[in-house]
């Protein structure tokens, strides 16, 4: 009985359904209705959100932000791009906010 009992919390604590819930992932959606309101707690999400995903950004992703932009530029920007897209407000907001910082803030 107590091999069964180990085999079955193995088995059960090991599932890799449990590890990943879509329900837990924020769309784009979320995402523009958050950074739209005008709340302190909501402002500084959307500050923080779209800086790490600033922060996670490389070369290659072809986001070029300018010299002297600012946080609030980059929210501000994310957010109308999001808003104005179905297509972004449908995706992961991870993916939606870098993809709209590429299409605000493109590389030449």
Same mark, same amino acid.
């Given at each position: 009985m107590r091999r069964f009992q180990l085999f079955l919390a193995a088995t059960l604590f090991s599932c890799p359904a449990w590890a990943f819930d879509p329900g837990m992932q924020m769309r784009g959606a979320?995402?523009? !209705?958050?950074?739209t309101r005008a709340t302190e707690s909501w402002i500084s999400f959307c500050n923080g959100y779209v800086q790490a995903t600033v922060d996670s950004l490389s070369v290659g992703d072809g986001v070029c932000i300018p010299n002297?932009?600012?946080?609030? !530029?980059?929210?501000?920007?994310?957010?109308?791009? $999001?808003?104005? =897209? =179905?297509?972004?407000? =449908? $995706?992961? =907001?991870?993916e939606a906010v870098r993809l709209a910082m590429r299409q605000a803030f493109p590389c030449p």
């Open positions: 979320n995402f523009s !209705d958050a950074c002297g932009a600012t946080r609030t !530029d980059l929210v501000t920007a994310v957010e109308r791009t $999001i808003t104005a =897209s =179905s297509q972004l407000k =449908s $995706i992961n =907001s991870f």
